[in-house]
């Protein structure tokens, strides 16, 4: 990247990207939280759900989750439980399951309360 390329980057970063398709969002362990911006999040006006789980080594809630969480006006946030950790939300190993069914039960009630 050169010096040219900072003044599109940033105007691409400010532009609205609001798809009106997306009518609600339900996020389990989400990622990218250092990159984002906490302007933008406070735009979000569409529910959202957080979810994820404390021992997350690999998106580590505070940094990531909790980024949205916090930012995102009126979000539905909350871990998933202390010993939960980023893998458990992966395939269907044994190890896990509960959180797995913890969030698919949150989900399922999140997107019946909004979008029914």
Same mark, same amino acid.
């Given at each position: 990247m050169t010096d040219a390329d900072v003044p599109v980057l /940033? #105007?691409?970063?400010?532009?609205?990207?609001?798809?009106? @398709? &997306?009518? #609600? /969002?339900?996020l389990v362990c989400p990622a990218l939280g250092p990159v984002l911006s906490r302007t933008s999040l406070r735009g979000v006006a569409r =529910?959202?759900?957080? @979810?994820w789980g404390d021992a997350?080594? &690999? /998106? =580590?809630?505070e940094a990531n989750a909790r980024?949205?969480?916090d930012g995102i006006p009126g979000a539905d946030a909350r871990s998933l439980g202390a010993d939960v950790r980023h893998e458990h939300? &992966?395939?269907n190993?044994?190890?896990?399951?509960?959180?797995r069914e913890r969030a698919a039960a949150d989900a399922v009630a999140f997107f019946r309360e909004?979008? /029914?």
């Open positions: /940033a #105007a691409a970063a400010a532009q609205d990207l609001t798809d009106k @398709r &997306i009518r #609600a /969002a339900f =529910p959202v759900a957080v @979810r997350d080594e &690999i /998106a =580590p809630p980024v949205y969480a939300f &992966i395939g190993a044994p190890e896990g399951s509960e959180a909004h979008l /029914a």
